[in-house]
């Protein structure tokens, strides 16, 4: 088994995409490589295709503040408060299994808008 697979991590702070290395553990996991990535407690899966899973923070609209940084992709009803991780899921025989992100940080960069702070950031 391979101990690693490249995501790329989303981070509207700084404004950029980025090649990252998440971490699998020894019973196939990848959940801890993502809390510390996506610096939060717990992730929410948010699918964009059969090919690419977006893991984000599911406590990140609850911690907005005028600090808060967004991001959407298109067809995106709400947008994202803080940093996510873009990685590939596959079918396995056991149910999916994350993957290598199969697409370029230039690939993500013309789907991937930045947003400052709103009061209302589903506007």
């Given amino acids: 088994m391979n101990n690693t697979i490249r995501g ?15 971490a699998i553990n020894e019973s196939g996991s990848c959940l801890k ?7 939060c407690d717990l992730v929410e899966l948010v699918r ?12 990140g609209l ?3 503040d005028e600090n808060t ?6 067809g ?7 940093r996510g991780v873009i ?5 396995t025989e056991d149910g999916e299994e994350s993957t290598d992100c199969p697409c370029t940080i230039e ?4 789907e991937i808008k930045f947003r400052e702070f709103s009061f209302n950031p589903y506007y």
């Fill in 48 to 59: 964009l295709s059969d090919s690419l899973d977006l893991w984000v923070d599911e406590e």
């Fill in 107 to 110: 690939d993500l960069s013309k």
């Fill in 8 to 22: 790329i991590l989303i981070d509207p702070v700084a404004r950029k995409l980025s090649y990252i290395d998440i």
């Fill in 87 to 91: 990685l590939g899921v596959k079918q």
């Fill in 33 to 39: 490589s993502l809390y510390k990535a996506i610096n």
């Fill in 76 to 82: 995106m009803s709400n947008p994202i408060a803080g």
């Fill in 62 to 64: 609850l911690k907005i």
């Fill in 69 to 74: 940084k967004y991001f959407h992709t298109e």
